[in-house]
Nanobody, 123 residues
């Protein structure tokens, strides 16, 4: 059974960068749609970026495109989220999730979730 573990979160100053990792075990990530979602304090869970299947197209929330990048390392069975030019508005818990091929980048369509990693952007 597919299990996901996020890592790489932490405290960073405004303008800084972080690289989050989502490592899978129990199954290969190939064949799944993989997404990153985040939840800020007091807010709902929102989509950040997703690898769609089967065409491997990448979706980014329009407000994040240009600052965030989604990367895959097939050999390590890992998907990364590179985050640059971070601001306090990016603070939240970041989750990695897997869904069936063809699903849109919407949290309700993803059925395997990691435990989340905290990202705090503050001076």
């Amino acid at each position: 059974q597919l299990q996901l573990v996020e890592s790489g979160g932490g405290l960073v100053q405004p303008g800084g960068s972080l690289k989050l990792a989502c490592t899978a075990s129990g199954s290969t990530l190939d064949g799944y749609a993989i997404g990153w979602f985040r939840q800020a304090p007091g807010k709902g869970r929102e989509a950040v970026s997703c690898f769609s299947r089967p065409d491997l197209s990448i979706y980014y929330d329009h407000s994040l495109k240009g600052r965030f990048s989604l990367l895959r390392d097939i050999a390590k069975n890992t998907v990364y989220l590179q985050m640059n030019s971070l601001s306090p508005e990016d603070t939240g818990v970041y989750y990695c999730a897997a869904g069936w091929p063809g699903v849109p980048c919407d949290s309700s369509d993803y059925n395997r979730w990691g435990q989340g990693t905290q990202v705090t952007v503050s001076s």
